[in-house]
């Protein structure tokens, strides 16, 4: 078997981050074989995540110039980085020499502000797909999308599927399928409301009555966001 060539794969983490957005992938492209996983932010202090939990940072933004895959998570926390100058800027030097740029959930929204969806179809979380149109996207409705070297996942969990996908790109499809037997990735969820299609209407008024609780004003707050990085919105 021919030997692998290496693959580097950087992730942004920050305060916030939705923890699964980033270990979803993390743990399907760790297995690209020959493969160097970073998590990366201004330092090495433990960040936290909306689960409660911290991850720990392996490089900062000074260590870590370019990668192969950059993946960008989302979580609510985004708003945040939206207006960081230095984390932006870390994105879109680390997106102009990726093979690959690539974002789970609103990560989609830092890659728009830092001018790598210009242009291009991508996908995020349901609830903020139209503030793809702030940053010069498409927005398309699926759960992965794929437009020449930009790959967007969905919302949280569609990071596994946007993992796998991205494998098969680069290692072929029966690696790609190894991987999935290896973490025996068969999802049978209890329950068909994974969707605001699906979801009742009692669902989906809790499930908006969270975000506007803890991100109020959300949209327009984003929508300003654009205008002052220079997007005509």
């Known amino acids: 078997m021919p030997e692998l ?8 983490v920050f305060p916030n981050v939705t923890q699964l957005d980033l270990t979803g992938p993390a743990q399907i492209l760790s297995r690209l074989g020959n493969t160097s996983v970073d998590l990366v932010w201004k330092t090495r202090d433990p960040v936290p995540t909306d689960s409660g939990f911290p991850l720990l940072p392996t490089k900062t933004f000074d260590e870590v110039g370019q990668a192969d ?3 960008v998570p989302g979580g609510f926390g ?6 960081d100058d ?4 870390w994105v879109r030097s680390m997106g102009a020499g990726a093979d690959w740029v690539t974002s789970v959930c609103t990560g989609a929204l830092v890659l728009g502000a830092a001018g790598l969806l210009k242009g291009y179809e991508a996908t995020t979380h349901w609830a903020s797909h139209e503030q793809l149109t702030f940053f010069g996207a498409t927005p398309v409705k699926r759960r992965i999308v794929l437009d020449r070297n930009r790959l967007t996942g969905g919302g949280v969990t ?6 796998l996908a991205l494998v098969a790109r ?3 499809e029966a690696h790609a399928k190894f991987v999935q037997l290896s973490v025996e990735y068969d999802p049978h969820p209890p329950f068909d409301s994974g969707a605001p299609e699906k979801a009742d209407a009692e669902t989906l008024e809790r499930y908006w009555a969270l975000v506007n609780k ?8 984003v929508r300003a966001i654009a205008r002052r990085r220079g997007f005509d919105t």
């Open 86 to 89: 230095e984390a932006i800027g």
């Open 158 to 163: 569609s990071g596994i599927d946007f993992a």
């Open 170 to 172: 680069i290692r072929g």
């Open 214 to 221: 803890a991100a109020p004003g959300r949209v327009e707050t």
């Open 69 to 71: 895959i950059l993946c």
């Open 78 to 83: 985004t708003v945040d980085v939206l207006q």
């Open 5 to 12: 060539s290496p693959i580097s794969v950087a992730f942004l």
